[in-house]
């Protein structure tokens, strides 16, 4: 069993909950590719034994949400879980936020939030925040490549929207929210956010808990994940592959996997040689 399993996460559990409930489901090693917090739902990707070794390229790729938003409140969190720091009025028009909107599509320096596991010297932004601890927090460069208005209502002299939004790697939703309400000179908090897609993997192909537990999902291959070429070798070539020798720079990356489509390593060229940048060959393939 080798692959990425598409997790729908329900709200109200961490991403370290769901790979532990499937890795003692399903007797596994596994991992996933990018934290969702507990009050967020939706697609989590979750790499199964062999899979692990790839988990970082599925990290980078881009991700897609729907988020709440309620202009009026902030809380130390920036979403809803969180203590409440600030609350006003805001009442703010349809045309004011789509304007917000449309100028937040574009490439910038996003403030961590104070309440993430992003590490300053070796400890824990989140545990800054727990010990009362002042901390300069790190900026990231992000882009958004795509955001709209989904919802939008006025309610308890509040303004309370729904968005979608299509972001890079290392993109907090909890600080974009942030940011919108900022330069509507007004407040903001996350109340509900649902991750839709990360790059290929969809929601509407991802598999709850209950159905992992009743075995009732499908696995995804390596190299169906992976955007790269596939190449099968003959067996000349696959002990090559396997001891991990240099071969022609025929491709910036490839995927070679054997007759059998045992996925045997991936390579990149590098100083002009193809060499290995991830062995997934397993002897045991050979001795079934």
Known sequence: ???????????????????????????????????????????????????????????????????????????DTLDITGRVLKEEKSIISKDQIEEALSKFKTTYNQEVPIYSAVKIKGKKLYEYARNNEEVELPKREVTIYDIKLINYEVKDNKTILKIYTKVSKGTYIRGLIRDIAHSLNTVGTMSGLTRTAQGKFKIEDAYTLEDIKNNKFNIISIKDALDIPVVEVDDDLKFKIIHAQKLNPDYEKVLFVDKDNNELAIYHKENNELRVWKMLYNHMEDSK
């Open 1 to 75: 069993m080798n692959g990425i399993i598409i997790v729908n996460k329900e709200a109200g559990l961490t991403s370290r909950e769901v790979v532990e409930v499937i890795e003692k489901q399903l007797h596994v090693k596994a991992g996933h590719t990018g934290t969702l917090d507990p009050i967020a739902k939706g697609v989590l990707a979750v790499c199964v034994n062999k899979a692990t070794k790839i988990s970082r390229d599925l990290t980078s790729i881009d991700k897609e949400y729907e988020a709440k938003i309620i202009l009026g409140l902030e809380t």
